[in-house]
């Protein structure tokens, strides 16, 4: 028991770093991955330092909204806003294709959902578990639509 606890004590005190590698394509689009891959190149991060002993963890909501906007760390790479604005535009483009072959599946499923109701011995289930899946697929994808700025 009192081995267990220094050991979770102990566990939870060492500081967590992951690895960070950047990889850039032949068409230059950066792509930053806690994976390895093949042309990908590890970055040295500096360490992050420990909040002081007995800072304060109450803050007022004037700080907490500047700190939320600052919250990335400064040695983090950053997107200037056309960049982001193509890559925002793009991602829109593949989601709204996304969306409309989903909806011409949904309406291929129902049809032969329909269709099978008036055969006997069709798998009635099969067909609803493939309406259903597509209907979830649309409202994830316009879940997702709804986030792009």
């Given at each position: 028991m ?8 102990a ?24 994976m ?20 304060s963890?109450v ?14 760390p ?13 890559r ?44 259903r899946?597509?209907e ?11 986030h792009?700025?």
């Amino acid at each position: 028991m009192r081995y267990s606890l220094v050991l979770s004590l102990a566990i939870c005190t060492f500081p967590v770093h992951a690895e960070i590698y950047k990889f850039v394509d032949d068409s230059g689009h950066v792509t930053y991955t806690n994976m390895p891959k093949p042309g990908a190149k590890k970055l040295e991060l500096p360490p992050e330092t420990p909040a002081p002993e007995g800072a304060s963890q109450v803050r007022d909501a004037k700080t907490t909204k500047k700190r939320k906007a600052t919250s990335t760390p400064s040695y983090f790479p950053r997107v200037d806003a056309g960049t982001q604005a193509r890559r925002d535009d793009m991602r829109r483009q593949l989601l709204l294709e996304e969306l409309r072959s989903e909806q011409n599946n949904l309406t291929a499923a129902r049809r032969a959902l329909s269709q099978a109701a008036r055969q006997p011995g069709s798998d009635l289930t099969r067909l609803g578990d493939a309406v259903r899946l597509h209907e979830k697929n649309i409202e994830m994808l316009n879940k997702e639509l709804s986030h792009i700025r």
